[in-house]
């Protein structure tokens, strides 16, 4: 109850109370005006149409006089030219204006819950000496490094060194969750390893620290993307993705319960290698669909997509849903299926996207560079 207070609380206090301004980001963006010539045969087109609204704001146009236009013979077109893209430049800007401020909204909202989360950790650490938590600092700290060294030795390009930290992240969690579950199969055997008992209560070896790891690497690539502006849209899938995480991830650790459930939910990290690998490729130049290497990397990618990513997650649904009675009054079992039926909400997005991903790879000319596919 005092982590709710606590969380909910501060959010509405930040939000509402308070004005959080930039935070160290970037927010000024270039316009490039739109010059028009000949603003005779745009507007005899009725298929397009000029807004040519006065403008909101005073703008330096230095306009010609009814002397100069005599001594240099200049059109009349060109008062109207000057006007018009100005006012074409004014609807630009303010169309700009409109989508930094949604950008910079979507930002203060999730650096709040980050920056709560923050506390709720260190508050834990602190105050209840939960030593066992220093493994998310710990993560946190580690990526963190990770990204200052990518960025001093290889490219300081903020969305390769953000992706190349993931494909690091995906890489460890990986190797972790395929030798905690094999280790755990070798030790005991597969008889009772997936009973709800087992899933709920306890926690196998290395389960905790690993979970508690790769809860660091979440904060900081929420901080990172945010820092950078890596994400779009009004409600980010990736910043949501993260958070959702974040709040499943902790609450269990604070009360070690589902810790089993939540490794078993890490193995879609299998599937984010060659997510990774793909975007890094293409950074690298490497965008041949036709190549080896590229026919191989979508196999594969597909493949753990509905393995790994998929079927697991709605193996752990139908599992939750299944032992439904054998959960205690609590917040546990309403939880569980909050974070599942997100998770499996935000697999779908996934899947549409990495099909779209698929179809633009056949055509180079309709893909960019900073794109997050």
Known sequence: MQFYVLWFGGLYLIITGTRIRNFGFNVSGRVKSLQINNPKRLAGDKSKSIDARPLLFPINCQLPSNETKRKKKLPLSSIGDCYLSLSLKSDSMARTSTKQS?????????????????????????????????????????????????????????LFVNTSVSLLHSTITSVSVVFIVVNQWLRNGLNGMFEH????????????PALCFSCGYFAYDQW?????????????????????????????????????????????????????????????????????????????????FFLARIASHLLITIKLIRD???????????????????????????GIDLFNAFKREKNPQQTSYHRRE
Not at 120 to 141: D, P, T, Y
Not at 332 to 345: S, T
Request: positive net charge; aromatic residues 12%; charged residues 15%.
């Open 197 to 208: 008992s087992e899933l709920v209560g306890s926690a196998w070896l290395w389960a905790y």
């Open 102 to 158: 949604d950008k910079n909204k979507v930002g203060v909202f999730f650096l709040a819950t980050l920056l709560l989360w923050s506390v709720s950790v260190l508050f834990e650490i602190a105050f209840n000496k939960r030593k066992e938590l220093l493994f998310i600092v710990a993560g946190a700290c580690f990526f963190q490094i990770a990204n200052w060294v990518i960025r001093l030795l290889v490219s300081r390009d903020p």
């Open 224 to 304: 990172d993307m945010l820092q950078y502006r890596l994400y779009s849209g009004l409600i980010p899938g990736i910043l949501v993705h993260h958070l959702l995480l974040l709040v499943c991830f902790t609450l269990a650790l604070y009360r070690n319960v589902t810790i089993n459930y939540l490794i078993l939910t890490l193995i879609c990290e299998l599937h984010s290698i060659f997510l990774h690998v793909r975007k890094v490729r293409r950074m690298a130049g490497i965008r041949d669909s036709k190549s080896r290497i590229v026919r191989v990397e979508w196999v594969l990618n597909w493949i753990t």
């Open 324 to 350: 439904a009675s054998k959960f205690e009054k609590g917040i546990e079992l309403p939880l569980a299926l909050f974070g599942m039926a997100g998770m499996n909400l935000l697999n779908v997005s996934l």
